[in-house]
């Protein structure tokens, strides 16, 4: 908690503990640790998933007895029992049509052993140490399968006054028979912020007024030797209608006491280690087929997951923009064995209000006293001061202090001495030109400036025309030219092309190599959005020849482009990650408008629109080409080439 909580701070303050976390995530590779990878190579050389019981038994023999791992997590979750061995048909034949048939029930008898995969799976998890992962539910609708694991050893009091766990009602676990010999389980999954990022991970949740632990606190409670557990909250304030909250975690062992600082809903902050690689990887092929040398796996903590992205098992951290869940529990388990977990202390709250009073009482006294070079400059040299302290917090003793309230009143305060006026009268013109100048021609930003409360970036549905056009061949020009002159044709013909589409009122969206796309209809609205592209795409063949004989005076190769437009509703808006954003188009649409391109070559044909196009034509001349089926589709999609009008 902050002193003052804003949705534009809470914002600005993740994206300073991302920078903070990518600063200091260099750490070297966890020996310790080992992740065992459901990769795309698995799946190609053991099949698809999820493999059966029997498979999974050989693969975690072999991390135990043949690589003498320590300690087994399974980042995966065994909930319905295996009948892909067929047994269940032979039981039920045994016992109804052929019950008469006695050596057909010995046989079926005799191959039980073999045929029970999960029987075969839970005889390899009573002799090695494994812990098995499962998930808890919330809502009006939430399931409860399989057997959880006996909870945490948590006093009764401890257990009523953690009223700011999370309280789940369903969980999803494994079958009873493997989660009775398995050496413990813990529950998977993450808190996500607001805007899709996991930062923290769950250590505690309550089910049935019973209180679970995650995966890696389960492992880390085993590795270091079953310690007693107890959980510790803040000193209860007079007059305080609830209970105080929880702050730490004590776990005491026969190696001392172990604090973990958590916050009220029992979450530490991910102590992430690095971008890729904290961890060395090996894939569960390699594992199955014997191909691991003899020592990758001893003596070491394994973690068995995915990181194939068919199996949706990937998060968005500050480090990764798609780091396998997997290993997300690697890295806080690496912190809990280190002791080393950054959190945000309890006096944070206090040493912000101090801050703010201070820098406030400051400012207010300095600025208006000096001029507007030396008020930057003090500044400046403030923020740089709390930014100093703040990174010193963090690498030192591992404390996350606030930073955005701190920096946005310094900011806005200088602001308000220097900029407020001229601020307050511009602001419209250079938010529109600083939005939609790399996109438009200026005579819409002109036109949009007129009315500017009418157009943001933001996201919405509309009914627009995109346009995709390709250089033909142009793999094979790249492989025959220098760099150089390369990349000076390719900003001849993308200057050359791009002044055709905003001559014609269209909106550049991106390039993508030697492809252009464009689209028409936003953020002006155009009524005649399919007409203004088809008169583009044809004026920028009719602008080829020009540009080729340029091309033809230096001695490089003539160029031929395709060009694909299709119509249709899509979403435009401005879309990316929190380290590139663009204004551009995503839909349906859009990707038939790429395939039609891609068409274009093979019909000869220097435009190609879809059905939709066409009908938004009205009375313009087009030469039906055939009807063709397209990738993403179940129906035959009609093109046309559009000729001259």
Same mark, same amino acid.
């Given at each position: 908690?902050?002193?003052?909580?804003?949705?534009?701070?809470? !914002?600005?303050?993740?994206?300073?503990?991302?920078?903070?976390?990518?600063?200091?995530?260099?750490?070297? +590779?966890?020996?310790?640790?080992?992740?065992?990878?459901?990769?795309?190579?698995?799946?190609?050389?053991? =099949?698809?998933?999820?493999? &059966?019981?029997?498979?999974?038994?050989?693969?975690?023999?072999?991390?135990?007895?043949?690589?003498?791992?320590?300690?087994?997590?399974?980042?995966?979750?065994?909930?319905?029992?295996?009948?892909?061995?067929?047994?269940?048909?032979?039981?039920?034949?045994?016992?109804?049509?052929? !019950?008469? &048939?006695?050596?057909?029930?010995?046989?079926?008898? =005799?191959?039980?052993?073999?045929?029970?995969?999960?029987?075969?799976?839970?005889?390899?998890?009573?002799?090695?140490?494994?812990?098995?992962?499962?998930?808890?539910?919330?809502?009006?609708?939430?399931?409860?399968?399989?057997?959880?694991?006996?909870?945490?050893?948590?006093?009764?009091?401890?257990?009523?006054?953690?009223?700011?766990?999370?309280?789940?009602?369903?969980?999803?676990?494994?079958?009873?028979?493997?989660?009775?010999?398995?050496?413990? %389980?813990?529950?998977?999954?993450?808190?996500?912020?607001?805007?899709?990022?996991?930062?923290?991970?769950?250590?505690?949740?309550?089910?049935?007024?019973?209180?679970?632990?995650?995966?890696?606190?389960?492992?880390?409670? #085993?590795?270091?030797?079953?310690?007693?557990?107890?959980?510790?909250?803040?000193?209860?304030?007079?007059?305080?209608?609830?209970?105080?909250?929880?702050?730490?975690?004590?776990?005491?062992?026969?190696?001392?006491?172990?604090? +973990?600082?958590?916050?009220?809903?029992?979450?530490?902050?991910?102590?992430?280690?690095?971008?890729?690689?904290?961890?060395?990887?090996?894939?569960?092929?390699?594992?199955?087929?014997?191909?691991?040398? =003899?020592?990758?796996? !001893?003596?070491?903590?394994?973690?068995?997951?995915?990181?194939?992205?068919?199996?949706?098992?990937?998060?968005?951290?500050?480090?990764?923009?798609?780091?396998?869940?997997?290993?997300?529990?690697?890295?806080?388990?690496?912190?809990?064995?280190? %002791?080393?977990?950054?959190?945000?202390?309890?006096?944070?709250?206090?040493?912000?209000?101090?801050?703010?009073?201070?820098?406030?009482?400051?400012?207010?006294?300095?600025?208006?006293?000096?001029?507007?070079?030396?008020?930057? =400059?003090?500044?400046?040299?403030? /923020?740089?001061?709390?930014?100093?302290?703040?990174?010193?917090?963090?690498?030192?003793?591992?404390?996350?202090?606030?930073?955005?309230?701190?920096?946005?009143?310094?900011?806005?305060?200088? /602001? #308000?001495?220097?900029?407020?006026?001229?601020?307050?009268?511009?602001?419209?013109?250079?938010?529109?030109?600083?939005?939609?100048?790399?996109?438009?021609?200026?005579?819409?930003?002109?036109?949009?400036?007129?009315?500017?409360?009418?157009?943001?970036?933001?996201?919405?549905?509309?009914?627009?025309?995109?346009?995709?056009?390709? +250089?033909?061949?142009?793999?094979?020009?790249?492989?025959?030219?220098?760099?150089?002159?390369?990349?000076?044709?390719?900003?001849?013909?993308?200057?050359?092309?791009?002044?055709?589409?905003?001559?014609?009122?269209?909106?550049?969206?991106?390039?993508?190599?030697?492809?252009?796309?464009?689209?028409?209809?936003?953020?002006?609205?155009?009524?005649?959005?399919?007409?203004?592209?088809?008169?583009?795409?044809?004026?920028?063949?009719?602008?080829?020849?020009?540009?080729?004989?340029?091309?033809?005076?230096?001695?490089?190769?003539?160029?031929?482009?395709? +060009?694909?437009?299709?119509?249709?509703?899509? /979403?435009?808006?401005?879309?990316?990650?929190?380290?590139?954003?663009?204004?551009?188009?995503?839909?349906?649409?859009? &990707?038939?408008?790429?395939?039609?391109?891609?068409?274009?070559?093979?019909?000869?044909?220097?435009?190609?629109?879809?059905?939709?196009?066409?009908?938004?034509?009205?009375?313009?001349?087009?030469?039906?080409?055939?009807?063709?089926? /397209?990738?993403?589709?179940?129906?035959?999609?009609?093109?046309?080439?559009?000729?001259?009008?």
């Amino acid at each position: 908690m902050r002193f003052i909580e804003l949705a534009v701070l809470n !914002r600005l303050d993740a994206a300073l503990y991302d920078a903070r976390v990518r600063w200091f995530a260099q750490a070297p +590779i966890d020996e310790r640790i080992v992740i065992v990878d459901i990769d795309e190579r698995s799946l190609a050389e053991l =099949g698809r998933w999820p493999w &059966n019981r029997a498979r999974l038994a050989e693969l975690v023999e072999r991390i135990f007895t043949d690589h003498g791992a320590l300690l087994l997590g399974l980042d995966l979750i065994l909930a319905e029992a295996d009948e892909s061995s067929g047994l269940p048909v032979l039981e039920s034949l045994a016992r109804g049509p052929l !019950r008469q &048939n006695a050596a057909f029930r010995a046989t079926v008898e =005799g191959l039980r052993p073999t045929l029970d995969y999960d029987g075969r799976l839970a005889d390899v998890l009573r002799r090695h140490p494994v812990v098995l992962g499962f998930h808890l539910s919330t809502g009006a609708a939430a399931a409860r399968s399989g057997a959880l694991p006996p909870a945490l050893p948590i006093d009764a009091g401890e257990r009523v006054q953690a009223t700011g766990l999370t309280d789940w009602p369903g969980y999803g676990a494994n079958l009873p028979l493997l989660q009775q010999v398995a050496a413990g %389980g813990g529950f998977l999954g993450a808190p996500v912020d607001p805007d899709g990022v996991v930062r923290r991970g769950w250590l505690l949740a309550r089910h049935a007024d019973q209180i679970h632990g995650a995966l890696p606190l389960i492992m880390a409670r #085993l590795l270091l030797g079953d310690p007693a557990l107890r959980l510790r909250f803040a000193d209860p304030l007079p007059g305080q209608a609830t209970g105080p909250p929880l702050t730490a975690i004590e776990l005491h062992g026969t190696r001392g006491l172990r604090l +973990i600082a958590v916050d009220p809903q029992g979450a530490v902050l991910l102590p992430f280690r690095r971008a890729a690689g904290g961890f060395h990887y090996h894939s569960a092929a390699d594992v199955a087929a014997g191909r691991l040398p =003899g020592d990758a796996l !001893r003596g070491r903590i394994v973690l068995l997951g995915s990181s194939a992205p068919g199996l949706l098992d990937q998060r968005v951290t500050p480090v990764n923009e798609l780091l396998p869940g997997v290993e997300v529990h690697a890295n806080l388990l690496a912190g809990l064995l280190a %002791g080393s977990l950054p959190h945000v202390p309890a006096w944070t709250m206090p040493l912000e209000v101090a801050v703010l009073s201070f820098l406030a009482l400051l400012l207010l006294r300095l600025l208006p006293r000096l001029s507007p070079q030396a008020a930057v =400059g003090l500044t400046m040299m403030l /923020v740089l001061v709390l930014a100093v302290l703040i990174l010193l917090a963090w690498g030192t003793a591992g404390l996350v202090l606030p930073a955005a309230t701190s920096l946005c009143l310094l900011l806005l305060l200088l /602001v #308000l001495q220097l900029f407020f006026g001229s601020f307050v009268e511009s602001r419209a013109r250079r938010r529109l030109a600083a939005l939609f100048g790399q996109y438009v021609p200026p005579e819409l930003v002109d036109e949009m400036s007129r009315d500017p409360e009418r157009y943001d970036m933001r996201g919405r549905s509309a009914e627009l025309t995109v346009l995709f056009a390709d +250089i033909r061949g142009f793999t094979t020009i790249a492989e025959q030219m220098p760099a150089n002159e390369l990349a000076t044709m390719m900003n001849d013909y993308l200057s050359a092309m791009t002044d055709v589409i905003r001559a014609h009122r269209g909106t550049l969206d991106k390039y993508v190599g030697d492809a252009i796309v464009a689209f028409w209809g936003a953020p002006v609205a155009d009524p005649l959005h399919a007409r203004h592209a088809v008169a583009a795409a044809l004026a920028m063949q009719a602008a080829l020849p020009a540009l080729n004989r340029l091309l033809a005076v230096r001695g490089w190769p003539q160029l031929h482009i395709g +060009i694909g437009i299709n119509s249709g509703v899509m /979403v435009v808006g401005d879309m990316g990650s929190r380290h590139r954003r663009a204004y551009t188009v995503l839909g349906d649409a859009v &990707n038939l408008a790429a395939r039609l391109q891609g068409l274009s070559a093979h019909y000869e044909a220097g435009v190609i629109v879809g059905e939709a196009t066409r009908q938004q034509l009205g009375d313009w001349p087009c030469r039906e080409l055939d009807r063709v089926a /397209v990738r993403g589709r179940a129906a035959r999609v009609t093109i046309h080439e559009p000729l001259a009008d």
